[in-house]
């Protein structure tokens, strides 16, 4: 496929599974869930154009937006710096028709860190430089493309009921497999074990090959005692990084 329809490929999906999750429900205790494919459309655009838009050696997949990353910015892991400075990406963000009044939507104003993020990009910025050094054979994207809040509290999709969480996971196993295609992808590398995991049901008999990292989360005490170091050891015991 020629870019452009590479390109048009993953926007056309991410339209289809941000449709296709908006008609789900989601009983307590989630209060408030956010879809940042619909207010931070513009900026997830602009992200599948630029940086999707050739065939890639890897995948990394994340579980889902975080409140201070994609939630805000619409780019997976979008620690706003990254995406902003890193990547040139700054859009207009709207806001969500039911937003939670304790995690507002800031968009490229927010100055809080998204941790995960920030050391994601971070090591990919000093392994290759330039965004586009990074892109030219990885991608990253999320299983899941909706944040759920208990009010404050972030939820993550692994901890939804079941008869909740299966016709959401059927979505984005057909996300997923549209990624795979679309970019010719020779590996999937689920940052943590829900991705992985994920990655490993959606893409049966599919040919390419699933891989883990440590999931660079605050909340993990691995990844606090240094996760760029543990990931790329990862990578590099996995051959896909030399």
Known sequence: MSEQTIAQALIAAARELSADVEGLSFAAPVSHRYNPLTYAWAAHEAYLRRYGASRKKVIFLGMNPGPFGMVQC??????IAAVRDWMGIETTIARPANENPKRPIEGFACVRSEVSGRRLWSLFQQRFGTADAFFAEHFVANYCPLAFFDNARNLTPDKLPVAEAAPLYAACDRHLRALVAALDAQWVIGVG???QVRAAQALQGID???GKVLHPSPASPAANRGWAEAATAQLEAQAIWS
Do not use: K, N, T
């Open 193 to 195: 074990a829900f991705a």
């Open 74 to 79: 619409g780019v997976p892991f979008g620690e």
């Open 208 to 210: 390419v090959r699933i």
